[in-house]
């Protein structure tokens, strides 16, 4: 979660970068009173990443989907072992206890980067959705910056809850098409 955390910062300071959406900043606009930034959105957002990736549904279920591979990988490890000790205790030949340990090892390792592909697949596919929600709450509020809450000492509109919401009905809308 916390490559999440970077993403969402590299996603808000993409946001706040959105030098077209400030007439101020125009070639050939004069600087804008504060009234008509008010009326064109202008405003700034902050969103709590740890507290909309927590309240998220699909985060906790591909949490714990990651722990039962986890699991897994760690039980096989534990079989190696007791197969490698049970060889020993069979008075196995050297190279046969090699051999054994060598295939067991490409075996793990293999179920580890299997694992490991899984989950950088995952986080990112969550990072993305999180990312779309802060996109889409931004756009309707007609936000023009979006900020990490935890950096913000103070001000902005809080998206987090309507992130939250947003996320949650986006996974309601997709699971009648998955069943």
């Known amino acids: 979660m916390h490559t999440l955390q970077k993403s969402l910062v590299l996603v808000t300071s993409a946001l706040s ?7 101020a900043l125009a070639a050939d606009a004069p600087a804008a009173p504060a009234a008509p930034a008010a009326k064109s959105g202008g405003g700034i957002g902050v969103v709590d990443p740890d507290k909309v990736v927590k309240a998220y549904p699909k985060a906790e279920q591909l949490a714990k989907d990651l722990k039962s591979e ?16 049970k060889a020993k205790t069979d008075h196995k030949p050297p190279a046969e206890l090699e051999g054994l340990q ?23 596919q969550l990072e993305t959705d ?50």
């Open 17 to 23: 970068l959105t030098l077209s959406t400030f007439p």
């Open 70 to 85: 986890e699991d897994r990988v760690h039980k096989m490890i534990e079989d190696g072992n007791r197969q490698l000790e």
């Open 102 to 124: 060598r295939r067991l090892q490409e075996t793990i390792d293999k179920e580890v980067k299997q694992v490991q592909s899984r989950a950088q697949s995952l986080e990112s």
């Open 130 to 179: 999180v990312q779309n929600a802060i996109k889409a709450e931004a756009a309707a509020r007609k936000l023009d910056i979006v900020l990490l809450k935890p950096v913000v000492f103070m001000g902005g509109i809080d998206l987090t809850d309507s992130v939250m919401k947003r996320l949650a009905a986006s996974q309601a809308a997709s699971k009648p098409a998955t069943k």
